[in-house]
C-alpha cells in the first residue's frame, strides 16, 4: 500500500436538508443511534493514520449516534494509533454535548460547513444556518478545547458583490481559525441550482469573477498568515489536514458508507450510492503502471509540488515517462503554469487557475487551457 498507512473515510448520509447546489449522496432524513457503516469484510493490517468522519451532516447522529459510530468503528480497526481525527459539522447542528461525544470517541478536529457570511446568501443557496450561527459554532468548538478548527467557504456564488466576499473573509480571519477551505463553485448536474441555471432562473459569476474572487481569498489569506499549501486549502503552519494530504500524496483509503470512494493497494472502488447494504461494490484493478500514476499526479496540486525523478525512485514503474513529464513541465513553465520549486515543480497563480488541465498535459499529454493575461 502507498506510504504504509490507512486513511479511513466515513460518509454519514443524512443531512437535515438539501442544498441547492450539493451533489454529494446524502438523504433528507434525521438518522437513528443505532446507525453505522457497512463493515468492510476483509482485515485491515495498516496503520490507521487518520480518521475522517462527512456527509451530509455527522451532527445529525446526534451525540448517540456518533458515540455508537466511534463504538463501531473501534470493533472494525485498530485507532489507537490515529493522529488526526475530524469531524464534518453543520454549524446548526453544533452543541456541548456533540462536541463532547466527539472529544470522547478521539475527534481532534473539527470542519465547520460555512460556505459564506451573508445571510441572504445563505438562504439564497439553501444552507439552514445564519451567520451568527457558523460564528456561535466557531466559538463553541475551540471553548470545548478543539484547537484545531476549519471552516469550508465557496467563492463564485450567485449574486455576491466584491464587498461581500471581502466581508465573508474578513469574518473568517477574525474567529482564530487554523484551516480554510475556499472552493470554487460548481454546478453538479441534477441540482436544483443546476436546474436553475439551465432555465435562466439563476445567472452565475464569469470566468473572471470567480478567477478574482479566488485570488482576493488567496490575497487575504495569505496575508493574514495562511499558507495555500493545496489549490483550495490553506492553513496555519502545522496545521495542514493530514487526511487529505495522506491522499494526495498518494497512501492508500478506505472509504465506508454509501458513495465513498476506496483505494488500496492496486484496487480502487466506490460505494453504491444508496442505504441498500446488499447491493454488489465492483472493485477495479488497476494495472502496476496506472496505480503508480495515480499515486503520483495529484501531488502537482500540492504547494510542496512534484518532482518526476524522485516519483521515478518510489515507483521504478515509471522510469520510462520521467523524462517526458520533466520535459512537459519544462515546457508548461515557459508558459507561466508551473515554476520550480527546489527539486519539484509547482503549479504557479496562473496555474492554480487551471490546475486539472496542467495535470492531464503532464501526466497524459492531453488537455487544452487557456489563462487570463
Excluded at 25 to 49: C, F, M, N, T
Excluded at 143 to 153: C, I, R, S
Excluded at 200 to 213: E, F, H, I, N, S
Aim: charged letters at 20%; one cysteine or more; aromatic letters at 8%.
Amino acid at each position: 500500500m502507498g506510504g504504509g498507512f490507512l486513511h479511513l473515510y466515513v460518509h454519514v448520509p443524512f443531512c437535515t436538508g438539501k442544498c441547492r447546489y450539493c451533489g454529494f449522496y446524502s438523504v433528507v432524513a434525521r438518522a437513528s443511534s443505532g446507525w453505522a457503516p457497512v463493515p468492510w469484510q476483509e482485515a485491515v493490517a495498516a496503520r490507521i493514520q487518520t480518521v475522517y468522519i462527512g456527509g451530509g451532516s455527522p451532527d445529525v447522529l446526534g451525540a448517540g449516534g456518533l458515540s455508537g459510530l466511534s463504538g463501531n468503528l473501534r470493533e472494525m480497526f485498530p485507532l489507537d494509533a490515529v493522529e488526526e481525527w475530524t469531524v464534518e459539522l453543520n454549524p446548526s447542528g453544533v452543541a456541548p454535548e456533540v462536541l463532547g461525544a466527539l472529544q470522547r470517541m478521539g475527534a481532534n478536529r473539527v470542519s465547520i460547513g460555512a460556505q459564506s457570511f451573508c445571510d441572504a446568501t445563505l438562504r439564497r443557496i439553501g444552507r439552514r444556518h445564519s451567520t451568527e450561527a457558523v460564528v456561535r459554532a466557531v466559538r463553541m468548538a475551540q471553548g470545548h478545547g478543539f484547537g484545531n478548527v476549519g471552516v469550508d467557504l465557496i467563492a463564485g456564488l450567485p449574486e455576491v458583490s466584491e464587498e461581500e466576499w471581502r466581508g465573508t473573509l474578513s469574518t473568517t480571519l477574525s474567529l482564530g481559525l487554523t484551516h480554510v477551505s475556499v472552493y470554487a463553485l460548481s454546478v453538479e448536474a441534477d441540482t436544483p441550482l443546476a436546474h436553475e441555471v439551465a432555465a435562466g432562473r439563476c445567472v452565475l459569476p464569469g470566468d473572471d469573477a470567480q478567477l478574482d474572487a479566488l485570488a482576493t481569498a488567496e490575497a487575504l489569506l495569505t496575508g493574514a498568515g495562511f499558507g495555500r499549501y493545496e489549490i483550495s486549502n490553506y492553513a496555519l503552519p502545522g496545521f495542514a489536514c493530514k487526511h487529505n494530504l495522506g491522499i494526495w500524496r498518494g497512501n492508500d483509503y478506505l472509504g465506508l458508507g454509501p458513495s465513498a470512494a476506496s483505494r488500496m493497494g492496486p484496487l480502487r472502488w466506490t460505494n453504491p450510492s444508496s442505504l441498500d447494504a446488499s447491493l454488489p461494490v465492483e472493485r477495479e484493478p488497476l494495472d502496476e503502471m496506472d496505480d503508480a500514476v495515480e499515486r503520483v499526479m495529484f501531488r502537482l496540486r500540492l504547494g510542496e509540488g512534484f518532482d518526476p525523478f524522485a516519483a521515478a525512485e518510489a515507483y521504478p514503474v515509471l522510469k520510462p515517462v520521467a523524462d517526458a513529464w520533466e520535459t512537459r513541465l519544462e515546457g508548461l513553465a515557459r508558459q507561466g503554469v508551473v515554476e520550480r520549486g527546489g527539486l519539484s515543480w509547482r503549479l504557479t497563480a496562473r496555474g492554480r487557475e487551471v490546475g486539472d488541465a496542467v495535470i492531464g498535459r503532464v501526466f497524459f499529454g492531453s488537455g487544452t487551457f487557456g489563462v487570463r493575461s
